[in-house]
């Protein structure tokens, strides 16, 4: 990956991209970034179409068609009264074998439980794998890294699968509706323990991260603020699988937080720090992080054109009352955003890289098992962030161990091969014939292609550029002696070669 240096170009400001600029590679580069990257057709129709018609049909969505209805609700429920009375009864006439069985029903519900929040991982890859509003489900996931919530703490896959509706319906919506759902969201208030904070005793775990994490950033609010955010949730909790406001535990007393006193509660806190000015920079900073460049997200520590950009996103947003949708069309329509810096500059997390692999190339799934396990393997297992500062992306995903189950993984979704079984995959469902992907392979052309010219379209599919000195290497490593380009193996064994290299780890 490069780095920034006094010799790239960085358009400052989120000015208009021209038609005239916006072809093939920026079409490319849009659908890797707002999406999950494209098949040469897509690509194309893309740049046919200009900027403003590309980037309004990738964000032409709203709310979301969710799983709810595929999943069971109650397997993790609370008790019901005759239960409870029984569960009691059994206690204090010491009767072991009844406390026993409902120890055993617990434990029963628990595993049902993990296996149902497996189905729903693999339900969410299978989603970005088949969706045809990729865009949604790119912000969805922005959202599940923003807003990190884990299963382990959780233990209720209905709660998770709730959140991630609840993100996917806001996924470009407004930044306060995102806020007031999330402090009114089960899985988050079990996962950061607000169903304990009351106002004999207070708990800051959410007011802390409401404020540190998920809206202003560090160094834009005291200690102070902290406990008085906390007083705002207290009573913030939930019975069975809905939000409940207990207004028996929560503090009816003055509270004040960032410069702002009142009797607060939550819906009157999100007000508060949608007010700071640090609300829509610190938002901006992530968007642009997720969406452009992996920057710091620190304003100082930017270039003077990119600090510009953000610093005008910002300003868009709260001028918008922070609706997302009309400032993230300004900068997917910006000529920064195709700047030769920020193109081909992002490290793919697990879930770009597979998805993307999937939706670019036409390769079968084949096991969505595989595939989760592997973005388990690779550090991004989906439900699962490692805490709820969520994934810290960029250089992170790829160490030599990430590094060689990403190749095994393209290895297996291109040929059906494992390590643990070296024989591909060759019956009628699951064999993968790439020639449909070399446009001058399925053209009535006169004369045959080149060797060279199917290797340039498979380099300008995969890596988004060719190399002239690699062809030569890459038809020595996928051609048998007396063999061509034109057959399928050889095909595979270029793509093969070419998803193996460094850069095809970059979007």
């Known amino acids: 990956m490069r ?19 916006f072809g093939y590679e920026q079409a490319r580069h849009l659908l890797m970034r707002a999406g999950f990257g494209g098949t040469y057709e897509q690509i194309h129709t893309l740049s046919r179409w ?4 590309a980037v309004d049909h990738l964000m032409g969505f709203s709310g979301g068609a969710g799983s709810l209805s595929s999943f069971e609700s109650d397997i993790i429920r609370p008790p019901t009264d005759e239960e409870r009375r029984e569960l009691n009864i059994a206690r204090q006439h010491g009767d072991e074998d009844t406390v026993a069985k409902f120890r055993t029903d617990r ?36 959202w599940h890294g923003h807003f990190a919530t884990s299963y382990r703490n959780v233990e209720d896959s209905w709660h998770m699968l709730r959140q991630n509706e609840m993100l996917r319906n806001n996924a470009l919506g407004n930044v306060g509706d995102l806020l007031r759902g999330i402090v009114r969201d089960p899985a988050m208030l079990k996962y950061l323990n607000n169903n304990q904070n009351r106002k004999d005793a207070p708990n800051e775990n959410l007011g802390r991260e409401l404020l540190e994490l998920f809206s202003l950033g560090e160094g834009h609010y005291s200690e102070k603020d902290i406990k008085d955010a906390a007083r705002c949730l207290t009573g913030y909790t939930f019975q069975d699988n809905d939000f409940y406001f207990n207004h028996r535990q929560h503090d009816q007393g003055n509270k ?14 999100v007000d508060v720090i949608l007010r700071q000015e640090a609300c829509a920079l610190f938002i901006c900073l992530k968007l642009y992080k997720f969406l452009v460049r992996d920057i710091p997200m620190n304003l100082s520590l930017l270039d003077s054109g990119t600090r510009k950009v953000v610093l005008q996103m910002a300003g868009m947003l709260r001028k918008t009352n922070y609706e997302l949708k009309p400032m993230v069309r300004k900068l997917l329509l910006s000529e920064h955003f195709y700047d030769p810096i920020n193109m081909g500059m992002k490290i793919k997390s697990p879930s770009e890289l597979l998805v993307g692999s999937v939706r670019s190339l036409g390769v079968p799934v084949r096991d969505i098992g595989v595939v989760s396990d592997a973005m388990d393997l690779m550090g991004q297992s989906l ?10 992306g960029g250089r992170s995903w790829i160490n030599t161990s990430t590094l060689f189950v990403r190749q095994n993984t393209l290895v297996y979704l291109l040929t059906g091969a494992l390590p643990t079984r070296s024989v591909a995959i060759r019956d009628q469902n699951d064999y993968f014939d790439p020639r449909s992907l070399v446009p001058s392979l399925n053209t009535a052309a006169e004369n045959d292609p080149s060797d060279e010219l199917i290797v340039r379209e498979l380099m300008e599919l995969t890596l988004g550029f060719t190399d002239d000195s690699l062809i030569g290497s890459v038809i020595s490593g996928s ?20 998803t193996s290299m460094p850069e095809y780890q970059l979007c």
């Open 479 to 498: 051609v048998d002696d007396g063999g061509s380009m034109r057959d399928s193996d050889a095909v595979l064994s270029a793509l093969v070669l070419l």
């Open 383 to 392: 439900f699962y962030p490692p805490s709820v500062k969520g994934w810290d």
């Open 50 to 53: 200009g900027p403003e018609k």
């Open 107 to 142: 434990q029963r519900r628990q595993r049902a439980d993990r296996r149902q929040m497996r189905e729903i991982q693999r339900d969410w890859i299978k989603r970005m794998i088949e969706t045809a509003q990729p865009m949604q489900e790119k912000m969805t996931l922005f």
């Open 3 to 21: 780095t920034l240096n006094t010799n790239d170009r960085v358009t400052a400001g989120i000015g208009g991209i021209r038609d005239e600029q």
């Open 256 to 269: 004040t937080v960032l410069g702002r006193t009142g009797n607060m509660d939550g819906e009157a806190l």
